[in-house]
């Protein structure tokens, strides 16, 4: 190979990296989850007038903001990020992509997102995304850092998506979608303590707070887990209740609710992992979800 073919395959290697390394800025598995919840939303809100190019429209833009506010968490947390072994390899702390590159990455696509929202959907479905950018960069990122409530902070952004989903295809909000918001906030906090116990080390050693220190009588992250498992079981009927899921759903809801309470109780009395209540509650709600949906059909 001549040496001006080697140096197009070095710089066309460069490039792909330099591209892989804005992809994973977007931190593309939530980013999925997020724009899955976003789409079944919009779905349930528009029923049978569903518009294929307005809900493309709403996915450019969501796909747009949601991975500009993740690159800026990687922005904020590169510090904390370099101390812990789950995160060290991520674009900025290993230095793929320089923080202020990461900065004006994640405000340029994050603006442009709300904006699109905001012009090309309509302004309520902008709002809403707008408000899940600064909670979550302006209140659960932070929080990390001084309190492990930070878990109930944080599932309220990550609730709101199909919220957005709902108000893009409707322009108004409902109770419905609220419902949808209330099923995601609690399925969180078993999901994301699971991983906060897994983690727990690593977290430590980056001095973050997401658990808090053990009491006489147990744990208070263990309570929050069981609370929030119980009333999953019980909310989680309410779309049947209120007529936009039907029979199957109502099944599934409480088999797959039942399981996530069998298992948080397990964890929290030591008889199973976290890592096994994590798997439990990443097939939770894709299930209920996509039954949801099919009830519609």
């Known amino acids: 190979m001549s040496s001006q073919g080697l140096a197009v395959d070095n710089n066309l290697a460069a490039m792909r990296d330099r591209i892989g390394a804005y992809y994973e800025l977007a931190k593309p598995r939530v980013l ?5 919840t976003a789409l079944a939303g919009f779905y349930l809100g528009a029923g049978s007038d569903f518009d294929v190019a307005l809900a493309i429209k709403m996915l450019v833009g969501v796909a747009l903001a949601a991975g500009g506010t993740l690159a800026l968490n990687q922005y904020f947390e590169r510090d904390t990020d370099a101390l812990m072994t789950r995160t060290r390899h991520r674009p900025v702390p290993a230095g793929r992509v320089a923080p202020f590159e990461a900065l004006i ?3 340029i696509t994050t603006i ?3 904006a699109h929202l905001w012009m090309g959907v309509n302004p309520l479905s902008s709002l809403v995304t707008g408000t899940i950018t600064v909670l979550y960069l302006a209140a659960y990122t932070p929080m990390k ?8 902070v944080g599932a309220v952004p990550g609730a709101l998506p199909p919220v957005i989903g709902w108000a893009a295809a409707r322009d108004s909000l409902a109770a419905e979608p609220f419902v949808l918001f209330g099923i995601m906030f609690l399925w969180q906090l078993p999901h ?3 991983i906060a116990r897994l983690y727990q080390q690593d977290y430590a050693r980056a001095g973050l707070s997401l658990l808090p220190e053990d009491r006489p009588w147990g744990n208070p992250s263990s309570v929050l887990m069981l609370i929030a498992a119980i009333a999953l079981t019980i909310f989680g009927i309410l779309p049947a209740v209120m007529k936009f899921a ?5 099944v599934t809801s409480v088999v797959l609710g039942a399981v996530m309470l069998f298992y948080s109780f397990a964890l929290v009395r030591g ?5 096994r209540v994590m798997f439990v509650s990443l097939i939770y709600l894709p299930a209920v979800l996509l039954v949801m ?3 519609k059909i």
């Open 32 to 36: 999925t989850l997020v724009l899955i």
């Open 105 to 107: 990455f994640g405000t």
């Open 112 to 114: 442009v997102g709300i």
């Open 145 to 152: 850092r001084y309190s492990w409530m930070c878990h109930a």
């Open 192 to 194: 994301s303590l699971s």
């Open 246 to 250: 039907g029979s199957i759903y109502l």
């Open 271 to 275: 008889l199973t992992t976290a890592r």
């Open 293 to 295: 949906v099919l009830d």
